[in-house]
């Protein structure tokens, strides 16, 4: 399942640098605006402490994380709707992104040059959002000329969708994004043709100083996250310094750092559940003598579907799923104990898989 989440910034907040360490991709980072122009791609693992275990419980030949996508798309500066800067280039990679995590600098640093000549974290947040607003209202308003003309002919479908349209539209004038319109399922389908930039879902990434990490922040982080509230929107608080550094240790040495640091998790994991959580994902497991391996679903997929994301054979050709629980085959000890407690499972086509399942599926092709 390919998802990905573009992140996005205004230059020299942190976002290559932050990309840079939790992809460990090698995206070019410096300090002058347009350094990233075309966007940066990076797959990482997805951690999870489940897969391990499964791993001890299972000794197979080999273990494979899921993994998730990051790209890093070119800073972002006012009038970008209108061509300025890369204009229309980072326009055309955020629409190919499922969500947008957006860096927001919350840290003072003379030596590194913010392009309007202060650090102001909610008029970085509003510069950004204008743009991705403009640019819709541009795509909107074409849609309408064109649906205009068959709706005065009675035309029922261009009629609806012209009043859709129109709610969107009122929107953007008071300078709100489409993800802020209440639309019914069906709306909410035909507006998805429209790729609007607005209407993927945000988190946003403050980013701090080192020795602000701690502290959960500053105030800059107190005013990200009293906006964001208003968009019902996650906030998560990192140190693209500290990735940095996170970056180059693996094992035990990383788990010291972060010790030492006095956090729990890197921003990596942070950033990783938060974009989770924004698409509605979750993992399912397979696990075998030659591989475990972990998958990544979004909520609400069927059996049939989830088998799918393995091969499509898988699905076209579904039996049934055999499932147990994670946490009730760790306390089994072993898929041969869950078996004999009653714990394994046999579930048909309507089965909606769980975050956490195993499943061995059936088929025939």
Partial sequence: MALTTGIVGLPNVGKSTLFNAITQAGAESANYP???????????????????????????????????????????????????GLGNQFL??????????????????????????????????????LE????????????????????????KDASYEYEILSKLKAA????????????????????????????KPVLYVA?????ELLEGGNEL????????????AEVIVISAKVESEIAELEGEEKQAFLEELGIEESGLDQLIRAAYNLLGLATYFTAGEQEVRAWTFRHGTKAPQAAGIIHTDFERGFIRAEVVSYD?????????????????????????????????????V
Avoid: W
């Fill in 207 to 211: 980013n701090v100083a080192e020795d």
């Fill in 221 to 232: 982080v107190d005013r990200v996250r009293e906006f964001a509230a208003n968009e019902n």
């Fill in 328 to 364: 009730d085959l760790v306390s089994a000890g072993s898929m041969g104990s869950a078996r004999d407690n009653g714990k394994v499972r046999l579930e048909g086509k309507e089965y909606i898989v769980k975050d956490g399942d195993v499943i061995h599926f059936r088929f025939n």
């Fill in 34 to 84: 347009f350094c990233t122009i075309d966007p940066n791609v990076g797959i990482v693992d997805v951690p999870d402490s489940r897969l391990q275990k499964l791993t001890e419980l299972v000794n197979p030949k080999k273990t494979i994380p899921t993994h998730f996508e990051f790209t890093d798309i070119a800073g972002i500066v006012k009038g970008a709707s209108k061509g300025e």
């Fill in 92 to 129: 055309s990679h955020i629409r190919q992104v499922d969500a947008i995590s957006h860096v927001v600098r919350c840290f003072e640093d003379e030596n590194i040059t913010h392009v309007s000549g202060k650090v102001d974290p909610i008029d970085d947040i509003e510069t950004i959002n």
């Fill in 132 to 155: 991705l607003i403009f640019a819709d209202m541009d795509t909107i308003e074409k849609r309408m000329t064109r649906v205009e003309k068959l709706a005065r002919q009675k035309d």
């Fill in 172 to 199: 953007f004038e008071a300078e709100k994004p489409a993800r802020s319109v209440e639309l019914e399922k069906e709306e909410k389908k035909l507006v998805q043709g429209l790729h609007l930039l607005t209407m």
